[in-house]
């Protein structure tokens, strides 16, 4: 039996994976996610997946898969995390609305048995809302768009301004359920084999 740790702070991927049966552990990996810079994107987004599961798989023991998870918005070619405070949250806000960018997660994950490793970034186009100042104003006041990268959510307050989005609606939340199941099978266990008995 091998058990999952989720390397992330993140109530979102926890509930997407306790959504789908799969009941982690969570160990909150500490990376300064502001100490790496100069990669693009979805590069980006990888490297500190990797980083995060690298730290937290050194703290536990065997019989363990774990997985480190990070994503970060590409507009106009910049990698956008977690805006710095509100008045940069509302300029991403009025530089993304009517727009579209895209989300990519990376997934990084290690088997503390084997040593083995499987990592990929996940990428969703998200096409955003023509919203409006007050309504910018209003959704950067609840305090939810300083929390996430991006500066929006599609499963909270922010899924209104979101019109659509192409490829999986998970990989946007955070964590992409197909993708983090390819590793899963990459490192010889079974997706299945990880559901919490009920």
Request: proline share 4%.
């Amino acid at each position: 039996m091998i058990s999952l740790v989720l390397a992330s702070a993140s109530p979102a991927r926890l509930a997407t994976l306790k959504a789908a049966g799969v009941e982690p552990s969570v160990v909150v990996s500490g990376v300064d996610e502001s100490e790496v810079s100069g990669l693009a994107p979805a590069d980006l987004a990888l490297r500190l997946a990797r980083l995060k599961c690298a730290a937290v798989a050194d703290e536990v023991g065997v019989g363990r898969l774990v997985l480190g998870c990070d994503s970060v918005l590409e507009l106009d070619g910049q990698a956008l995390g977690k805006p710095g405070d509100p008045d940069e949250a509302v300029r991403r806000w009025r530089a993304m609305r009517g727009r579209s960018g895209v989300l990519h997660t990376g997934h990084c994950l290690r088997d503390t048995t084997s040593g083995r490793e499987a990592a990929a970034t996940g990428s969703t186009v998200v096409h955003f809302a023509d919203v409006t100042d007050a309504e910018i104003a209003a959704y950067v006041d609840t305090g939810e768009p300083l929390e996430v990268a991006g500066a929006f959510t599609v499963d909270g307050l922010g899924g209104a301004f979101v019109s659509r989005i192409e490829g999986d609606h998970h990989n946007v939340v955070g964590l992409s359920l197909p993708l983090l199941r390819d590793l899963v099978t990459e490192l010889g266990h079974r997706w299945t084999d990880l559901w919490s008995r009920r």
